[in-house]
């Protein structure tokens, strides 16, 4: 475990973080819910769209077109996860949450909503046969029978007056958290699960550990609605990639949701001015390649 902010793994792998780790990744549908499109005035935004807006202008623009298979699998993978902790201890297997993901998919397809997800059976298949790795892959990162969540799915909702202390300024953060736990040491950690690949090392160790910092960015607003909400600063944000799998921390200071609380009113700003003049601009990267949305990017329009 790595102090100040810097990340390690548990498992043992070497983990910092490849651009396109969490291109996939998806936070629940419904926190995406709480932000109004970009033709008009954001009245409140999320951690996820604050991400979108800070890795892509373009992508937050996009983002609330129709979802992609990648963010259905995250949507319902989270959706089952969550649901696993209803269950008593002992009956919280592998076996129950790959049965409770097939049931849940039963439904959606009787419901004929994502007849245009897939273009063939095999195609569908293959998705299906994925998401079962991924929650087995969750068993290797800890034992859900060993915890006992506070909060599961929790909507954190709050409102930060003007940063320049203007009172007839607010934003508005909503989020869905997916866990908050208290650890053995009395602490309390955000716990998140990411869906997309597990990141690793590549890089000078200085841009590992700037990538790293990005990777909890969207942890460390959660844990500054959870404190807001709660009344306690968690002290441990824990990334669980499913796809690796790979168990990523990192510890909490005060001065962090400090910095993080200025670094999400700029985002609001930079947010309010791109929708005044309707100037999403793309920020290309590696990330691109990985992009559903790369097609009808105007960097990539020949």
Not at 65 to 71: A, E, I
Not at 94 to 100: G, I, P, R, S
């Amino acid at each position: 475990m790595v102090r100040d902010g810097v990340a390690t793994v548990s498992n043992g792998t070497d983990l910092a973080a490849c651009d396109e780790s969490d291109a996939a990744d998806t936070q629940p549908l419904a926190e995406e819910a709480a932000v109004v499109t970009p033709t008009r005035e954001v009245r409140t935004i999320s951690p996820s769209s604050c991400g979108d807006f800070q890795r892509c202008p373009q992508l937050f623009k996009y983002r609330h077109d129709q979802p992609t298979p990648d963010m259905v699998r995250g949507t319902a993978l989270h959706a089952v996860l969550n649901d696993l902790y209803e269950l008593p201890r002992a009956n919280r297997t592998v076996e129950a949450v790959q049965d409770a993901f097939r049931a849940m998919w039963a439904r959606e397809r009787a419901a004929q909503w994502n007849a245009h997800l897939f273009a063939e059976p095999s195609a569908e298949r293959e998705w299906g046969l994925k998401a079962l790795q991924l929650l087995e892959n969750y068993f290797y990162l800890e034992e859900p029978a060993a915890q006992d969540p506070l909060w599961r799915e929790k909507r954190l909702h709050v409102e930060f007056g003007d940063a320049g202390g203007a009172p007839s300024v607010a934003m508005n953060v909503t989020g869905i958290l997916d866990r908050l736990d208290r650890g053995a040491d009395g602490q309390l950690a955000v716990v998140d699960y990411k869906t997309g690949k597990a990141p690793t090392l590549k890089y000078s160790p200085a841009v590992n550990e700037r990538i790293i910092r990005e990777k909890f960015q969207q942890l460390k607003i959660y844990a500054l609605l959870a404190q807001r909400v709660h009344g306690e600063m968690p002290r441990r944000l824990v990334l669980l990639y499913l796809d690796g799998p790979a168990r990523l921390t990192m510890e909490v200071e005060p001065s962090i949701l400090d910095e993080t609380e200025r670094e999400l009113w700029q985002t609001w700003h930079d947010i309010q001015r791109a929708l005044a003049t309707q100037h999403f601009p793309p920020r290309t990267s590696r990330l691109c390649d990985w992009c559903s949305f790369k097609p009808i990017c105007p960097a990539f329009k020949s």
